[in-house]
């Protein structure tokens, strides 16, 4: 058994394809266009909110008479007219790490607008058990006396169990595996540490941030979704620059005044 930390990484986000971009301006004869986005996420964001109304120039459309020149002031008028849609064309990858069962069991709750892929504990076979605790029973000595003392007794459990069925032997074939294992996950701890790859379009993520930070929530994913907000800020402050951080019990607190675009 070990302590862990819960982690946030991430991993990707969209990016522009320039010709095929360019290919469509000069199509529409809009060949000028250029996006001053810090990034391709919140360019892409504009892009499609342009191509709703032919706003690229003014006189495109010929009830457009001005438009919005930067990517800032047009983000943040979408943001305040609740044109939603258009936030959900980038997509956003992490991969959290070090998180307990628990909380990929409240992160799957939110289904729309993303996409999941979790350590399979039907192939990943246990032997070390990660610990992350809660500030409950961290500040009560027995408590964690007896968390310590559980999580042992069933990583010692899952170590005998594979001692029991040879799965170390050169003839154990992987289907074999498979099947012990997933066996052998039953008695496994649901705050055992694992891993969990979740990507999100901004229009998803904005609403997750606001409701797996509030105070309500479980401490685990405020303090997951608190990391989260730190990044998305700092990188895509025209889709998120909006929110409003408040500290509550030691855990940020995102609030928009445009809220659940």
Same mark, same amino acid.
């Given at each position: 058994m070990h302590k862990v930390e819960p982690k946030v990484f991430l991993i990707g986000e969209t990016r522009i394809v320039e010709d095929g971009l360019r290919g469509f301006l000069n199509h529409i004869g809009?060949?000028?266009?250029?996006?001053?986005? #810090? &990034?391709d996420v919140e360019k892409v964001a504009e892009f499609y909110s342009r191509l709703c109304y032919k706003s690229y120039k003014p006189g495109l459309n010929p009830n457009v008479k001005k438009i919005r020149e930067h990517n800032a002031e047009h983000l943040g008028n979408i943001l305040k007219v609740?044109? !939603?849609?258009?936030?959900?064309?980038?997509?956003?990858?992490?991969v959290f790490a070090d998180v307990s069962r628990v909380f990929t069991h409240?992160?799957? /709750?939110?289904?729309?607008?993303v996409a999941i892929s979790q350590e399979s504990l039907r192939y990943?076979?246990? *032997? *070390?058990?990660?610990?992350?605790? #809660?500030?409950v029973i961290r500040e009560d000595e027995e408590a964690m006396t007896i968390f310590g003392r559980t999580f042992e007794e069933l990583e010692r459990l899952q170590k005998e169990l594979a001692v029991h069925f040879r799965l170390d032997d050169s003839q154990a074939?992987? =289907? /074999?595996?498979? @099947?012990? &294992?997933?066996?052998?996950r039953r008695i496994a701890? @649901?705050?055992?540490? =694992?891993?969990? !790859?979740?990507?999100?379009? #901004?229009? &998803?993520? /904005?609403?997750?941030l606001e409701m797996r930070t509030a105070p309500e929530a479980e401490e685990e994913i405020r303090l997951v979704f608190g990391e989260v907000g730190k990044i998305v800020v700092n990188r895509y402050p025209n889709l998120? !620059? *909006?929110?409003?951080?408040? @500290? @509550? *019990? !030691?855990? #940020?607190?995102?609030?928009s005044p445009n809220s659940k675009v």
């Open positions: 809009a060949p000028e266009w250029q996006s001053d986005a #810090p &990034t609740k044109h !939603g849609s258009v936030l959900e064309h980038p997509v956003i990858n992490f409240e992160l799957v /709750r939110h289904r729309v607008g990943v076979r246990l *032997d *070390d058990l990660g610990q992350w605790l #809660p500030t074939n992987f =289907t /074999r595996k498979k @099947i012990v &294992t997933s066996a052998m701890p @649901i705050g055992l540490a =694992t891993n969990i !790859g979740w990507s999100a379009n #901004p229009r &998803t993520l /904005r609403w997750v998120f !620059g *909006d929110m409003v951080v408040e @500290i @509550i *019990d !030691g855990l #940020p607190s995102y609030k």
